[in-house]
């Protein structure tokens, strides 16, 4: 199975889970008439929408013709993290909405359906960790914005369902004080900040790649120190290009080799140095040009000096 059936099949079991989850919480929330389940319940819709529409982008970049997407189908599944922040957005503005009103207006839970929130929420944290972490190992074989934005969704839900499970339980030991009643709309409070957490961290990983933002110091280090280690093989670097793609990263590499040398020379000096990055960077597609002078340096950030800047 490839990794793109994986993740794919990853996201499925999400949507799956989600679902079955879903419609006893909104009964939990009727019964209970607590404004956190009902937080929890507008949150976890907005999410379950979330998940289908990723799961349609795998399905989507899974089934893609290469003829019509040379560089594949990678924007789509960062356009998708995108796109599961946003609902995640919705999310923070309804709970916090929630928390506030019921602040101001505070209400009695009704006992039956609390009791069995509390066993819906224990049922959730469990389920929900186990899907936070089995996306996550999904995600560290390959890097994919939708993997991403998965797993950091189940981590919120996982804390989220922890933090109403414990206000329930809360409410119920305390339910003689007259404070408890607040117990229920702070717990949302707390919510909001977990999701506001997860989607600054969605955001970060796939609106900037739309851009084509090179790539982070640490990869950029790899291809430095390769171009080191065959420092000797060339003349001059006119040009180090980068982006990410989805899970894919595309380099682009302009060097000036040697006019003695012959092509067949040169070819095989490229294909050591392309298979060494594809190797040291997964999921990397390395392109080497040779070139006689720094074509649009000025465009890419690089001048025509970049190896004796090396040195």
Known sequence: MTIHHDKEKSVFI???TDFLLFIPDVVAALMANSITLWADVLKCGNELLATF????????????????FDYGLGKLENITGVIVAGAMFISLFIVLHSAFERLRHPMDMHPGGVWLAIFLMTVGVIANTTLWIKNYQVGRQQFSPIIE???????????????VLLALILSMTLRTQ??????DPAASLFIGGFILHSIWGMLSNSF?????RTLDESLQL???????TYFDHYKEIHGIRSRRSGSHIYVDLMLEFEGDKKMAEVQEIINRMETALER????????IAPTTRARRAEDIG??????????
Not at 302 to 311: I, L
């Open 14 to 16: 999400s949507l799956v």
């Open 53 to 68: 529409l990723s799961w349609l982008a795998l399905r989507m970049v899974r089934r893609s013709r290469k003829v019509r």
């Open 149 to 163: 934005a998965q797993w950091r969704m189940f981590r919120t839900k996982a804390f989220s369902d922890l933090i």
């Open 178 to 183: 007259t404070w408890a009643i607040y117990i």
């Open 208 to 212: 900037y790649d739309l851009l084509d």
């Open 222 to 228: 790899v291809i430095v120190k390769e171009l080191t």
């Open 280 to 287: 040291s960077i997964p999921g990397c597609h390395v392109l």
């Open 302 to 311: 690089q001048t025509p000096n970049t190896r004796r800047q090396m040195t």
